[in-house]
């Protein structure tokens, strides 16, 4: 079964950095497009990035475009998210999700907390 697992997070000063993982199981990881999804406390998710199978092709929301970068090592089965010059804003539980358009499911790991504070 798909199984997705993040880590990575921690507590973080305004303007500093972090770099969160997730490792997927349970399907042919190189085959499929991976996304970062992230949700702020008291607030529903908010897509943040993606990234195609290769890792040749990413695409960013405008709130952390410049900042973050998405990336893949197919051979790990894993998905990064380099996050720089966070924000308090950027406080949130960080999601990875894969996507399968059909039949339509998401699979969600249990996510990993960041956390931007002085």
């Known amino acids: 079964q798909v199984q997705l697992v993040e880590s990575g997070g921690g507590l973080v000063p305004p303007g500093g950095s972090l770099r969160v993982s997730c490792v997927a199981s349970g399907f042919s990881f190189s085959n499929y497009w991976m996304n970062w999804v992230r949700q702020a406390p008291g607030k529903g998710l908010e897509w943040v990035s993606t990234i195609n199978t290769g890792g040749d092709s990413s695409y960013y929301a405008d709130s952390v475009k410049g900042r973050f970068t998405i990336s893949r090592d197919n051979a790990k089965n894993t998905v990064y998210l380099q996050m720089n010059s966070l924000k308090p804003e950027d406080t949130a539980v960080y999601y990875c999700?894969?996507?399968?358009?059909?039949?339509?499911?998401?699979?969600w790991g249990l996510g990993t907390q960041v956390t931007v504070s002085s």
């Open positions: 999700n894969l996507r399968l358009v059909w039949p339509r499911v998401d699979y």
